[in-house]
């Protein structure tokens, strides 16, 4: 069975401070793909990166980074110099090899104060 | 614009009745997902489509009702039978690909009067 795991399920920060957001996950397929999202307050889910299991390369887009380790089964995301504007939810994703059912994680909830 | 409307964004039922959730697409997109969401926990899948006229069971169907009569429309209906409704709804929808990302609705929140 599938499952993902986001142990942290609130952080708190003063701006400027960097951040990681922790995911792991689990799955028998050895072929999966994992995503990221963001839930601001308006509750759209707005989505972030994806990754394909054969693709460790780490990425950066501008202040946000993200980790992914197939040794560990995770896929963390870093934040640099938070700001206000990315206190939200964040959801971590695992869809199977069909790529039709996505199994999320409980979500991290990020507040990021002046 | 294209995008994913989900209609209405709050709605109240009584005990005893069956209401419909709306969501429709201008994305062109082929699969449409329905999600629950609860205070503090992830999404949990309905139902979903990836076909028109064709649809499967998600994690938590019981108490839920969905069609997919055009590609543009995935209405979930929301029966007495489910006894504990309120929560969030999300509707999503996805590109013919396996590594496409879901795109998302702005939610509809259901409460029981």
């Known amino acids: 069975a599938q499952k993902v795991t986001q142990a942290q399920t609130e952080i708190s920060v003063v701006e400027k401070e960097d951040v990681t957001l922790d995911c792991v996950y689990e799955t028998r397929d050895t072929t999966y793909y994992l995503f990221w999202y963001k839930q601001p307050p308006s509750g759209e889910l707005v989505f972030l990166i994806r990754?394909?299991?054969?693709?460790?390369q780490n990425e950066i887009s501008g202040r946000y980074s993200w980790n992914f380790q197939k040794s560990t089964s995770s896929f963390n995301f870093t934040i640099t110099a938070s700001q206000v504007v990315d206190s939200a939810v964040y959801f971590c994703?695992?869809?199977?090899?069909?790529?039709?059912?996505?199994?999320f994680g409980a979500g991290t909830r990020l507040f990021v104060k002046a | 614009d294209g995008g994913i409307t989900q209609s209405p964004k709050y709605l109240f039922r009584k005990e005893g009745q069956n209401v419909t959730l709306s969501c429709e697409q201008n994305l062109n997109h082929d699969a449409m997902y329905w999600y629950r969401q609860d205070p503090g926990q992830g999404l949990r899948l309905i139902y979903y489509s990836q076909i028109v006229n064709d649809f499967q069971k998600g994690d938590i169907a019981e108490g839920y009702s969905v069609s997919r009569e055009k590609k543009e429309s995935f209405p979930l209906t929301v029966t007495s039978a489910q006894k504990n409704p309120t929560a969030f709804y999300l509707c999503a929808t996805k590109r013919t690909g396996k590594n496409q990302p879901q795109h998302f609705g702005d939610g509809t929140r259901l409460s029981i009067l």
């Open positions: 990754r394909n299991s054969f693709d460790e």
């Open positions: 994703a695992l869809s199977d090899t069909g790529g039709f059912k996505t199994i």
